[in-house]
């Protein structure tokens, strides 16, 4: 998932205490898991077939959000307590926690390297260290993009309403700009984009280096695909054709519910949100279609497993139990994240699914296609506090307090010292 970001609502439905320790065994013999999430992983249903199938164990889902969730684990691997006994990693900060890999078990120990097949290999890849000796977590479900409109405000702008004729509009995110003059001139009381921030995410979520090289070495200032995916984002902003919203906030929610914007990224997750945020009224008016640029990933997870816990290998055969193809396939059609490994989601079933609510788009195709040709962005170790810079700098952009020039020059002396 991710990056995996939900609202409230979603993320306080299985609330639990969340400052206890891992699991441990009940005075009636039980052997007790905890599992830490973010958001829906989709597991509710899997967990109690599992704990049907095993009745020496009991498991506990622990969800909070995201980033509520990144902070208190680093908080508990360095205190040495109070870690779930498999934890969920965001892509996004996977290479933070990488780097605590002491506190982890490393699950090679068990045998998950034998099963390095079943994930497409640059997944895998993410979820390891040490040239793949090291096997950090096995992988949950990616983030390939799509691009979500509203068919219904297309068509009043004058523009192509079928999906394979709106690809065609913007093969490049150049042309989605202009595709953006278009509307606006069109439909000037309707923003194009909910926020300048995804395009811009979008954009570097297509680029197989960011703010950060392959070794690790901080390249932002010189790397010329971070100024572009800025300067595309930020001339959307100073025209006035972004929301400046903060995606997935409830401001975002109230903005999908009263139709004011016309587009969003979405990778396959994020369907789930537009539908819970715009509500029954708004079933068939948005469509899904390819992203400009071609496939990217944005999002996407991995369970791991920390050294903390008492029972490593009931957790390891839970989580391999959770990430097994079957399972990826029955979360799929169930919540529509989208598998991260090949046999799945090239299976016939996979493929052939369709969104009643986006207008009976093929998503199963449209994801699928999109995973085949991304090349996975380098997170550096720092990434996670070098991206939220650029962020903020797109948003004073949008609410007009920088120009664009001025904002990137805040943020680059910024990022700068974030990544040290």
């Not at 001139?185 to 090289?213: M, S």
Request: glycine fraction near 10%; charged fraction near 25%; charge should be neutral.
């Amino acid at each position: 998932m991710s990056k995996r970001l939900v609202g409230s609502a979603a993320a306080a439905m299985v609330m639990v205490m969340v400052a206890g320790c891992g699991g441990g065994s009940q005075a009636d013999g039980k052997i007790e898991l905890s599992l830490g999430l973010f958001s829906d992983f989709g597991y509710d249903k899997l967990i109690e077939e599992y704990q049907a199938s095993h009745s020496n164990i009991k498991i506990e889902q622990r969800k909070v959000k995201m980033e509520q969730h990144n902070t208190q684990l680093a908080t508990q691997l360095a205190g040495g307590r109070g870690a779930a006994d498999i934890v969920a990693l965001e892509e996004g900060v996977v290479s933070q926690f990488r780097a605590s890999k002491d506190k982890f078990v490393n699950l090679a120990e068990y045998g998950a390297k034998d099963l390095k097949d079943q994930w497409a290999g640059w997944k895998w890849n993410q979820g390891t260290a040490d040239n793949g000796e090291f096997v950090l977590g096995l992988g949950t479900d990616m983030g390939s993009l799509g691009l979500c409109y509203r068919a219904d405000l297309f068509a009043a702008a004058g523009l192509p309403t079928d999906r394979a004729e709106v690809a065609k509009l913007w093969p490049t995110w150049a042309d989605y700009s202009k595709v953006a003059d278009q509307f606006a001139a069109k439909t000037p009381n309707v923003k194009f984009v909910d926020t300048g921030r995804n395009v811009y995410k979008a954009i570097l979520d297509q680029t197989e280096e960011g703010y950060f090289a392959k070794d690790d070495s901080y390249i932002a200032e010189k790397n010329d695909k971070v100024k572009t995916a800025f300067d595309t984002a930020a001339a959307l902003g100073t025209k006035g054709q972004t929301g400046a919203l903060e995606p997935f906030s409830q401001d975002w929610n109230v903005a999908l519910k009263q139709g004011s914007f016309a587009t969003t990224t979405c990778p396959a997750w994020a369907l789930a949100l537009i539908k819970a945020g715009a509500g029954d009224a708004a079933a068939g008016k948005w469509d899904v279609t390819t992203a400009p640029g071609g496939g990217g990933n944005w999002g996407g997870s991995f369970l791991a497993i920390p050294k903390q816990g008492k029972h490593p290998k009931e957790a390891y055969e839970l989580a391999k139990w959770l990430t097994a193809p079957e399972q990826q396939k029955r979360i799929f059609k169930e919540t529509g994240n989208l598998p991260s490994q090949p046999k799945v989601y090239q299976d016939a079933e996979v493929q052939a699914t369709v969104n009643e609510y986006f207008n009976k788009a093929p998503v199963g195709q449209i994801f699928a296609t999109s995973a085949e040709s991304l090349k996975p962005t380098y997170r550096g170790t720092k990434d996670s506090k070098v991206g939220p810079v650029f962020a903020t700098a797109l948003t004073r952009v949008e609410q007009g307090k920088q120009s664009a020039a001025e904002a990137w020059t805040q943020a680059l002396k910024e990022a700068t010292d974030a990544a040290k």
